[in-house]
């Protein structure tokens, strides 16, 4: 099994993180900051006659993620009730990514294979208010072909460094865990 988290904070130190790194404790993981890409925004070309132009960013990093792992979680704050705007832009690109000549057709088969887990983490009683991101995640993931969503947390944390107090979120970061070291 290889594992990666894509995370979508653009703290250094974030809440977010500090729960993905106890759900993969002690498990070999791939970590990509979102913070520390260059991803420009998508220029929608989906229907153009010539298709999307060649973007020359750090998008086809992501893609390598996706590429070469079964299992892929993306962890968020939650930015106005929605995902960060890094992780958005990530998942816009996809619609390029999925259509392009080069690595398209295999993105998509590979992406029928992975195995996706979400974290999100909130200040303003994001177990309810991160229920609508979780369900674009699900549409989104649906959509690309994932395979069905199979965990999620929804963490309470506004302050920086305060996940560790979110006993509930930590008892489920162990229990995934506990899962994927399983795998």
Do not use: C
Request: hydrophobic content about 40%; aromatic content about 10%.
């Amino acid at each position: 099994m290889k594992l990666a988290v894509i995370h979508g904070s653009s703290r250094e130190i974030s809440n977010t993180s500090y729960l993905a790194s106890e759900v993969t404790k002690g498990i070999e993981t791939t970590n990509i900051y979102l913070k520390d890409l260059t991803i420009h925004q998508i220029i929608d070309q989906r229907h153009d006659a010539g298709g999307f132009d060649r973007v020359h960013d750090d998008y086809d990093k992501i893609v390598e993620v996706f590429l070469t792992h079964d299992i892929v979680v993306f962890a968020t704050p939650l930015y106005w009730y929605g995902m960060s705007g890094l992780m958005k832009t990530m998942f816009d690109r996809f619609s390029q990514a999925v259509r392009d000549p080069e690595y398209g057709d295999e993105l998509k088969d590979k992406l029928a294979q992975i195995e996706p887990i979400v974290l999100i983490v909130g200040g303003d009683h994001p177990r309810l208010k991160a229920l609508p991101l979780l369900q674009q995640f699900g549409h989104a993931l649906t959509f690309l072909n994932f395979q069905p969503l199979s965990y999620y947390i929804i963490g309470d944390a506004g302050k920086p460094e305060t996940m560790k107090d979110d006993s509930f979120a930590i008892a489920q970061a162990n229990a995934l865990n506990q899962y994927l070291s399983n795998k």
